[in-house]
């Protein structure tokens, strides 16, 4: 059984408890993973703080900085295989994805690092004669970033990059589920030459997070994860009066319209949501299909679901792998049931694979006749589909937003004014037109009401990780005239 270490202050160690880590393909543990205590928390902030203010740090020209953040780029594009292998291993997803999302995440430390010297201030053309005032943007201070197990080297990535591009240093907290890649990830950020307690990187239960996000030292909190978690951290936050971006959850409304390309929009549905095992915050979850061309579509997408290739998340030929944990699944089975007792009718999938491990195949629910089924407003973070038809534009955007959520959206047509209409009128924070599931590190990610605020990617993150500093310069040689009147 493999074993792992936090990182704490430049040092890897090995934290006062320990708990097992299980494979999601057999369901067996594979893994010893530290488990950090509230103390481990404050003892990696306090490391943070003080790499935040050390010369070696803090007297870092941006520059300098940038180019840290190529060399820590290579290092991930050099080691990708092994973290593809880890994460695949702890977390089930499929191996063709993993090798290619984190090759992929130097990107994004390629972007940032370039950005690290184009964050600019700016000179203001103050009303008094005698002024010079210009703004400064200057890092924050210590960001308590906490990852979800999904394509956590990808929004780790989000974070940190924009983090470190400002002159920010960062405590990490990965997931209790499938936090192997993180902690590799430690080791291969300590091969790139930042002085000690520029990110740290621990693992641990809520008490580990509770004590990490309402620490007094913690500037800024930056969360993926659902919306439950994030309410607790919002709450911790009025004890530092931290802020935060929180990144959480959708309900994503995908809208095929009956000119749309389906051969097309039916591959990209199947991209939506069964790849990644549905486990995407931006899963095209609702299919809400025009009910001329509903039959058609579902008779395909039906036919591509279940010639979906259902195995061992390491083998390069798998397209579904298992569910992250067992949990994952149960609640899977529980929604659907309930789903179907409200009306829903089932088109395909619905039981657990049988055998060892978190295995679910596709699933299709047909809601058209069940509009209140559980389906349509519930995450559930898996390769199962609700479908609901409709008749006219205006009912498809009543419909796509007529959620809690707001992550992301979907729209198939070949009209192009349809199209500006409808990227007007949905509310979420992207929108993609005839495609889906695509990123950039050019580009920010994010939404709003229960999928949270700010945004990651771009250089609106980079602006988040900092705050302005107004500097006034009186360019008067005369005395300052009477002192009991405000200028």
């Not at 499929?94 to 972007?111: F, G, L, M, N, P």
């Not at 579509?297 to 298992?322: C, S």
């Not at 709003?448 to 945004?455: K, P, Q, Y």
Request: net charge negative.
């Amino acid at each position: 059984m493999q074993t792992f270490q936090q990182y704490i202050g430049g040092a890897f160690e090995d934290a006062g408890e320990t708990f097992e880590s299980l494979d999601p393909a057999t369901g067996a543990a594979w893994a010893q993973m530290p488990a950090a205590s509230p103390a481990d928390a404050g003892r990696a902030v306090t490391a943070a703080e003080a790499a935040f203010f050390s010369p070696e740090w803090a007297g870092m020209s941006a520059t300098q900085r940038g180019k840290l953040l190529l060399r820590l780029a290579d290092l991930v594009a050099e080691n990708a295989p092994r973290l593809a292998e880890l994460e695949t291993r702890d977390t089930g997803k499929i191996i063709r994805e993993t090798s290619a999302q984190i090759a992929y995440v130097a990107e994004y430390y390629r972007y940032y690092a370039g950005l690290a010297d184009k964050i600019e201030g700016a000179h203001l053309p103050i009303d008094k004669p005698d002024m010079e005032v210009w703004l400064r943007r200057e890092p924050v201070g210590v960001v308590a970033a906490i990852v979800p197990w999904n394509s956590q080297l990808f929004l780790s990535a989000v974070k940190i990059g924009p983090a470190l591009a400002a002159g920010c240093t960062v405590v990490l907290k990965a997931s209790e589920e499938g936090p192997a890649p993180m902690l590799e990830f430690a080791r291969i950020f300590d091969q790139a030459g930042f002085p000690p307690g520029v990110l740290n990187v621990i693992t641990g239960g809520p008490e580990a997070g509770a004590a990490l996000t309402s620490h007094a030292k913690v500037a800024h909190v930056a969360f993926t994860g659902g919306p439950e978690t994030a309410r607790h951290i919002v709450r911790n936050s009025a004890e530092n009066l931290a802020s935060t971006s929180l990144e959480l959850g959708g309900k994503s409304p995908f809208i095929v319209f009956d000119d749309a390309d389906l051969e097309s929009a039916v591959n990209a549905q199947v991209s939506g949501i069964f790849a990644a095992t549905g486990q995407s915050c931006v899963a095209g979850s609702r299919l809400v299909i025009q009910k001329g061309i509903k039959d058609a579509f579902l008779a395909r997408l039906k036919k591509k679901a279940e010639a979906v290739v259902i195995g061992a998340p390491q083998d390069m030929a798998t397209e579904v792998g298992p569910l992250c944990t067992l949990k994952q699944r149960d609640h899977a089975l529980r929604l659907i049931q309930t789903s179907l007792q409200a009306g829903a009718k089932l088109v395909t999938g619905g039981a657990a694979v049988e055998g060892e491990g978190f295995y679910f195949p596709p699933t299709i629910l047909d809601c058209s006749e069940a509009p209140e089924a559980p389906c349509l407003s519930r995450e559930f973070f898996g390769p199962v589909l609700s479908v609901v038809s409709f008749e006219t534009e205006a009912e498809a955007l009543e419909i796509a937003n007529n959620t809690a959520f707001g992550l992301a959206s979907g729209v198939f047509t070949r009209n192009l004014t349809r199209a500006h209409r409808m990227i007007r009128g949905i509310r979420a924070g992207i929108v993609w037109v005839n495609t889906y599931r695509a990123v950039s590190p050019i580009a920010p990610f994010g939404g709003h009401g229960l999928s949270g605020h700010g945004r990651e990617g771009g250089l609106q993150a980079a602006l988040d990780y900092t705050k302005v500093k107004a500097v006034w310069l009186r360019t008067s040689d005369d005395p300052i005239p009477d002192p009991f009147v405000m200028r």
